[in-house]
């Protein structure tokens, strides 16, 4: 069955850096888009990235372009997510999720990972 | 990038109807068909319960509908069971490959 296991969440302080992994089994990794949702404990969900099937293109909420990288190693199925700069809030939870849809712009996810916490403080 | 407005709680009773609106811009929900909803209970990932405006993946009730409107899309859940209750989210693309969520809606079934 489909599996997305999120590692890397912890403490870090602002301004330094974390990167978030996805460990994806039980599907064709290679042939999904992925992408990274995050969401603050008790709070709404926020999009954060998307990155194509083989990793050519990558985009971002403005509220982390600049800062987060998304990227893919197709050959260990996993998905990462490099954060720097890291604020308080970014402290939320981080979720990566497949992405479906015929095309890239008509996202919408069938699986989610059961999130990562990213705590930012001193 | 601002998230698409939903009603923030909503509550019914079992065997009653509610529908939860989310209401976006002519940028997102008006002017693609691209809307979602995401139902969350307490400490779980979300889970897909509808796509494309009005399509339900295999395994959601028929219970659960969606629509749209012009800029608002709107999630109806027919004959309320207590597992209803939970977080509803929509979301729809915004436009030059960037995606939107609404606030959230609290639902409680009565």
């Known amino acids: 069955q489909v599996q997305l296991v999120e590692s890397g969440g912890g403490v870090v302080e602002p301004g330094r850096s974390l990167r978030l992994s996805c460990a994806a089994s039980?599907?064709?990794?290679?042939?999904?888009?992925m992408h990274w949702v995050r969401q603050a404990p008790g709070k709404g969900l926020e999009w954060v990235a998307v990155?194509?099937?083989?990793?050519?293109?990558?985009y971002y909420a403005d509220s982390v372009k600049g800062r987060f990288t998304i990227s893919r190693d197709n050959s260990k199925n996993t998905l990462y997510l490099q954060m720097n700069s890291l604020t308080p809030e970014d402290a939320v939870v981080y979720y990566c999720?497949?992405?479906?849809?015929?095309?890239?712009?008509?996202?919408?996810?069938?699986?989610w990972g059961q999130g990562t916490l990213v705590t930012v403080a001193s | 990038q601002s998230a698409l407005t939903q009603p923030r709680s909503m509550s019914g009773s079992p065997g009653q109807s509610v529908t939860i609106s989310c209401t976006g811009t002519s940028s997102d929900v008006g002017g693609y068909d691209y809307v979602s909803w995401y139902q969350q209970h307490p400490a779980k990932a979300p889970k897909l319960m509808i796509f494309?405006?009005?399509k339900r993946p295999s395994g959601v009730p028929d219970r659960f509908s969606g629509s749209k409107s012009g800029n608002t899309a709107s999630l109806t859940i027919s004959g309320l069971q207590a597992e209803d209750e939970a977080d509803y989210f929509c979301f729809s693309y915004a436009g030059s490959y960037t995606w939107v969520f609404g606030g959230g809606t609290k639902l409680t079934v009565l």
């Open positions: 990155i194509s099937t083989d990793g050519s293109n990558q």
């Open positions: 999720a497949r992405h479906r849809g015929a095309q890239l712009v008509a996202a919408y996810f069938d699986y």
């Open positions: 039980g599907f064709t990794f290679r042939s999904y888009a």
């Open positions: 494309d405006v009005t």
